[in-house]
Each structure stands twice: as structure tokens, then as C-alpha cells.
């Protein structure tokens, strides 16, 4: 799949060596032609393909004369810091993000540390379309250089940012456990927690790449985690994806907090923040596909609100025009600005941990804090479905009074609930997102929009 997330597939069937090097030239190329730094900064998630895959991208990279900093085994945000502060002409994270372990891909970073927007994509695919692997010559290779620092580098900046108390958290001590599935966050999501003074019991933090279970951090995923959280008598439970940059809690009932409700936690830690601060204007940037709970707490301390297309870079974009002080996305996926522009657990961690400690209570009692909606979230193989067809009928076929967003998709909102209706950007899929006060309710509208779907 190439998309405005990059290039993923199924490692020696969709994903061959030589789709891995056509891209990878034409990242090199892209960057030379741009005229930005010298250097492309490496990361890999640590899936076991993931070094044959670094190292066909390193090589490739050096031989079209760029040099490479690799990191080996970093998350996602972990490089995207790296390109930023280095002045990188990008990165690129070999991962495929919550995808099984046979998937493997590409994400590509320009020299913000942003993913590539759909004009910057669009010029690297024309660029690989063209299939001509860019050689220099033998005395103007690119040079290798490694650099382990990165990890500790990040972590310092989050115990940095502007509003995070690490001495408030250290307080409590609290009990932790945290679940990496064997990705690359096992290397650094359990020390940071050791710094806000957690003690810790890690769940899968080898960084092996041998994915203990299904990695996508969703409930039916997690139930390992909520025994184990159970089991230690846990004040929490954390959870995050192979790369790092989707963050989920449990509650010390051994409960899902709910991904959703990741970033809405953030958000009114610094809403709250920037309120006491004099800052009641301050703006949240969010996709169409994420919970109406960011829109209340953003009331609550008088910010605004803007929803974007599914998609970090749609988000950080936006964020970024608009001068946001947080957003992300529904998924667990938190972009603190002041750290950086990109979807970051590390980020979200300290933030959430401290509104915890300030508010008093146990997780559970944080999230019944919040204000109350239910998701329910299904998908629907393509197969022989015209998904632009399908989603066209269906607008068709609502009453007058649903308003209707067409940016992504198709969003069709109404006073008490929403449904959003679109086509993934990671997988064959059209995705059914529905919210609404009532979990039955939730989960009758997304069979319901499945079954208009399929006609």
C-alpha cells in the first residue's frame, strides 16, 4: 500500500527488496533535488525484517550520495525529534506501524520532522514511478554514521516540556504496567516511566520484534495487559504500538480508559494549563474520526476546536498553521507541539500521568471525570466494493437534517451522534467509526452504515 502514510506490504510479497529500494532511491533523490541537508536520519521499529529492510535503505541511500544517521531501533518520534534538531534533509522509520509482524514499510519525514503532506508524496511517487536508482559516483558516496543517543535525548525533552512536573508525579510512585509488544518503545517507554518516579513491571519490552500479540493497542488486544494490571494491583496499565507514537491506558480495574480518551486526557491537562495561564483562546487540532469529548473539555477552558482529515500530517499541518498548544488523533495518538510536531507516547505520558496525580483519584475515576460518549469502530473489506460508489449511496439515502462532511470520507453528524465513513489510509479497508451517548447505540450504527455499505 503506498499512501499519504507512507509504504507498507507484507514482507517478499507486497513488500520486495525492490520496492524497498526503488523507494528508498527516490527518497534520496527527492531530497537532493530539494536541496535541504545532507544527511537522512534511520529508525527502525524492531520487527525482525526491519534491519534487512534498514540496511537496503541505508545502502541505497548512500549510494545516491546522502549521508545516513541511523539510530537501529528508535520509534517513530524518536526519529522525527532526531531530523528536526539535527537539520536533516528527513528521515525515514522502517515500520509499519499497529500492522502485523509479516508487514513491514516506510514512513517519510521531511526536514521539519513532519510526515510528507499529499504534494510532497506525490512528487516522491512520480519520483519512484520512473524506477531509475540514482548512483553517485564511487568518490561522492554518502557516509554512515551511527548514533545511540536519541532515545535519552527524547526522553529528556519530554521531562522538559513546558507543564510537566516530574517532582508531581514522583510523588505518588504509582504502579505501573506497560506493555510494548516487543517494539522499539520497550526501550525507552519503560525508563521514562522510572523517571516520573513509577514503579514498573514491563509486559513485552524486548524490543525483539517478536510481537507477543496482535500489536494494534486496541482493547481485544489487551487483555493480557488488563489481567496483568489485575494481577500487580496496578494503579495503571500503558500500552503503545511497535513504533511508539499511539499510546493507551488501563484503568486499575484492569479496564480499557479507551484510546479515544488518550488525547482528550492530554488536551485537558494543558487546556487547564494555558487557562491558568491567561490563555483561553488556545486551539486543539483533531481528526474527523475523533471522539466529541476533545470538544467539551476544549469548552470548558474556551478553546477551539478544528478537525482535519484522518492523518498525522493533516493534523501536525493544521497545528502548526494555527499555532495549536495540542493535537492528535482519537487512536492514542497525542502531538504535544512543544516537544514536537508528531504523534509521540513519550509526549503523552507525562501529561496524563500528571492530571492523574492532580486530580486525586484512581484512572477510573479520571474517566468518569470526563465527559461520558461511547465509540464503536468496524471495517469492511473492499473486495469488489467501489467504496467512492458505496459512500456516494449512502449520502444519498440520509434525511435533510444530517450534516454532512465530505473533507474525508463521508462524516455525517447529528445532535447526539456521528458516523464517519471512510477509506483507510494503512489498509484495503473502508472504516466505520460511530459515537453516541450509549454503547449499544454506537455499536448498532456502525452494523447499521456496515450494512448500507455493502447494500
Known amino acids: 500500500m503506498v499512501s499519504i502514510s507512507g509504504v507498507r506490504g507484507i514482507v517478499g510479497d507486497s513488500l520486495t527488496a525492490e520496492i524497498v529500494v526503488r523507494y528508498a532511491s527516490a527518497f534520496g533523490e527527492y531530497c537532493k533535488r530539494e536541496g535541504r541537508g545532507k544527511h537522512i536520519v534511520l529508525g527502525r521499529d524492531g520487527r525482525t525484517s526491519g534491519k534487512l529492510i534498514g540496511n537496503l535503505v541505508s545502502s541505497t541511500i548512500l549510494a545516491s550520495g546522502v549521508d545516513v544517521l541511523a539510530l537501529d531501533i528508535s520509534t517513530t518520534p524518536t526519529i522525527q525529534l532526531a531530523v528536526e534538531k539535527t537539520g536533516a534533509a528527513g528521515g525515514i522509520s522502517v515500520t509499519a506501524s499497529h500492522n502485523p509482524v509479516q508487514w513491514n514499510g516506510l514512513k517519510f519525514l521531511g526536514p ?179 471522539t466529541r469529548a476533545v470538544d467539551d473539555v476544549a469548552a470548558e477552558y474556551g478553546a477551539t476546536v478544528i478537525r482535519t482529515p484522518v492523518g498525522e500530517i493533516n493534523v501536525a499541518k493544521k497545528m502548526k498553521e494555527v499555532g495549536a498548544v495540542i493535537g492528535g488523533e482519537g487512536s492514542g495518538g497525542v502531538i504535544y507541539p512543544a516537544v514536537h510536531l508528531g504523534r509521540d507516547a513519550l509526549a503523552g505520558i507525562p501529561l496524563v500521568l500528571q492530571l492523574l496525580v492532580e486530580h486525586g483519584g484512581p484512572m477510573s475515576a479520571l474517566k468518569a471525570s470526563l465527559p461520558g460518549y461511547s465509540i464503536a469502530k468496524g471495517k469492511i473489506e473492499l473486495g469488489d466494493i467501489d467504496p467512492d460508489r458505496a459512500l456516494n449511496a449512502v449520502k444519498k439515502s440520509l434525511p435533510a437534517g444530517a450534516r454532512i462532511n465530505e473533507e474525508d470520507g463521508l462524516r455525517i453528524d447529528y445532535p447526539d451522534h456521528w458516523i464517519h465513513l471512510r477509506k483507510s489510509n494503512t489498509e484495503p479497508i473502508v472504516r466505520v467509526i460511530a459515537e453516541a451517548k450509549d454503547r449499544n447505540e454506537a455499536r448498532s450504527l456502525v452494523e447499521d452504515y456496515r450494512r448500507r455499505l455493502t447494500g
Not at 512520480?126 to 568518490?139: C, T, V, Y
Not at 511497535?242 to 482528550?264: A, Q, S
Request: net charge negative; hydrophobic share 40%; glycine share 8%.
Open 112 to 290: 521539519t520532522g513532519m510526515f510528507l503532506d499529499a504534494g510532497e508524496n506525490k512528487e516522491l511517487w512520480a519520483l519512484a514511478k520512473q524506477g531509475e536508482a540514482a548512483s553517485a559516483p564511487g568518490n561522492q558516496l554518502g557516509n554512515f554514521t551511527s548514533d545511540d543517543t536519541w532515545l535519552r535525548r527524547h526522553r529528556e525533552a519530554v521531562l522538559a516540556a513546558p507543564y510537566v512536573d516530574p517532582a508531581i508525579t514522583r510523588k505518588r510512585a504509582l504502579k505501573v504496567v506497560v506493555d510494548c509488544v516487543n517494539g522499539s518503545g520497550g526501550l525507552v517507554v519503560p525508563e521514562l516511566l522510572r523517571e516520573l518516579g513509577c514503579q514498573v513491571h514491563e509486559l513485552n519490552c524486548d524490543a525483539s520484534g517478536l510481537f507477543a500479540h496482535t500489536p494494534e493497542p486496541v482493547p481485544e488486544n489487551l487483555t493480557g495487559l488488563c489481567a496483568e494490571v489485575l494481577t500487580r494491583k496496578a494503579d495503571l496499565g500503558i500500552a503503545v504500538d511497535p513504533d511508539g507514537d499511539r499510546l493507551v491506558f488501563i484503568t486499575e480495574k484492569g479496564e480499557p480508559f479507551v484510546e479515544e480518551y488518550t488525547l482528550t486526557a492530554a488536551a485537558k491537562f494543558v487546556l487547564s494549563r494555558e487557562a491558568k495561564a491567561g490563555n483561553r483562546r488556545a486551539t486543539v487540532v483533531t481528526n474527523l474520526s475523533t
